[in-house]
């Protein structure tokens, strides 16, 4: 089975601190994708890579950045975390056919 | 990548069969359909996918018309246990640098006793 982990199921961190999430699949995955989600406004795409150094900005890229120097682990990266980011966040990576697998999630509380 | 319209909210009892529908007008020739579940705490995961007329699997049915334009994910015979958000994605089954599926807010799907 494909296997999608995130470094940590519940965070709590300060204003302004540096936060870093991590996600390792083990599936030799090219693509990997970082999402948040909150209540009412459903799976939203921060960023992708679809392979190691490379990223692409999804729909709500402010205020995070990501790191893929490993095909199997990509890092989400919030550089000065604020209260608005806390949320439920999702790795997932996929196959070329389309099919995304999906990590437990990590719910960041920033306080 | 196309846009997709589905109701935010279905109820349903138990043993009934829900059919929850889904519009993507502006399909393109080469998308796939997609449907994920995803429970309470718990990361999407993948259902069904087609890419026209009838797709079953152990899980659910996809009903997709001649013209794509809108599909229909069946759960036959339901329990409280599928009660989930459900969310129908469109897009390239094929791999392409620098796309990506885009999750929309998705159906609530309410099971009672």
């Known amino acids: 089975d494909v296997k999608v982990t995130q470094s940590s199921r519940y965070l709590v961190k300060r204003t302004g601190e540096k936060v870093f999430l991590e996600c390792v699949q083990d599936m030799d995955h090219e693509n990997m994708f970082w999402y948040r989600q909150d209540p009412g406004l459903g799976l939203r795409l921060i960023y992708f890579?679809?392979?190691?150094?490379?990223?692409e900005k999804g729909d709500i890229p402010e205020g995070y950045s990501v790191s893929r120097e490993k095909k199997e682990r990509f890092s989400l990266i919030l550089e000065s975390a604020s209260t608005n980011q806390t949320s439920m966040y999702l790795c997932?990576?996929?196959?070329?056919?389309?099919?995304?697998?999906f990590g437990p999630g990590t719910r960041l509380t920033v306080t | 990548l196309a846009k997709t319209t589905q109701p935010i909210s279905m109820d349903s009892y138990e043993g009934q069969e829900v059919n929850i529908t889904c519009s993507h007008n502006n399909i393109a020739t080469n998308d796939y359909i997609t449907w994920y579940q995803q429970f309470p705490s718990q990361g999407p995961r993948f259902i069904i996918q087609?890419?026209?007329t009838k797709v079953t699997n152990e899980v659910a049915s996809l009903f997709i018309p001649a013209d794509r334009k809108s599909s229909t994910l069946s759960l036959p015979r339901v329990s409280l246990s599928d009660t989930a958000v459900y969310y129908c994605l469109v897009g390239d089954k094929g791999f392409q640098a620098g796309t990506a599926l885009i999750f929309g807010k998705g159906t609530t799907l309410s099971v009672s006793s």
């Open positions: 087609g890419y026209k």
């Open positions: 997932a990576s996929r196959l070329s056919t389309g099919e995304q697998y």
């Open positions: 890579s679809y392979d190691v150094k490379m990223k």
